[in-house]
């Protein structure tokens, strides 16, 4: 039997003199019996309140390790013998790619390589990395966040 097929038995149950009037979501499976306890809303119609129940049942049961899946509860339920019962369905979404930004930083550290006063400066440019390097690895470095960036898209 899917997990889909199943139903949920929801059932009011009224106030009492410590706990007030609340929604039970009931599921019995094989070994054990699920229950979730919802305090009941009276800002809402009694509809409302038992969907909104089995929904919180849904999503604190079964959390998904999948998170393209969502569990919705089918809103057409079925009245007996005093209880509400409903099923749900299962959806994949789709995964949409994460938009990806540039997180920009400066590096605010002057390196310097020791030459001849004649030299070149695009001839150090090893020397200046080699530099870079080493103060990178000393932990000596100094980076300041200068803001976000969006990529272009338009690259390929």
Request: aromatic share 10%; glycine share 2%.
């Amino acid at each position: 039997m899917s997990r889909d097929s199943q139903a949920l038995r929801v059932r009011y149950v009224g106030p009492t003199n410590t706990k007030p009037a609340r929604a039970v979501v009931t599921q019995k499976v094989p070994d054990r019996t699920l229950r979730h306890s919802m305090e009941w809303r009276d800002d809402l119609d009694p509809r409302e309140n038992r969907l909104l129940a089995v929904q919180e049942f849904l999503d604190n049961q079964f959390n998904p390790y999948d998170p393209a899946e969502k569990l919705s509860v089918n809103p057409e339920g079925l009245y007996f013998d005093g209880d509400y019962y409903y099923t749900w369905e299962t959806s994949k979404t789709e995964t949409t790619e994460q938009t990806l930004v540039s997180f920009d930083f400066t590096l605010d550290n002057i390196i310097s390589v020791k030459a001849p006063k004649s030299t070149d400066p695009e001839t150090l440019r090893d020397q200046a990395h080699e530099e870079l390097k080493d103060l990178i690895f000393d932990n000596c470095d100094s980076f300041t966040f200068e803001g976000i960036s969006e990529q272009d898209d338009t690259e390929t």
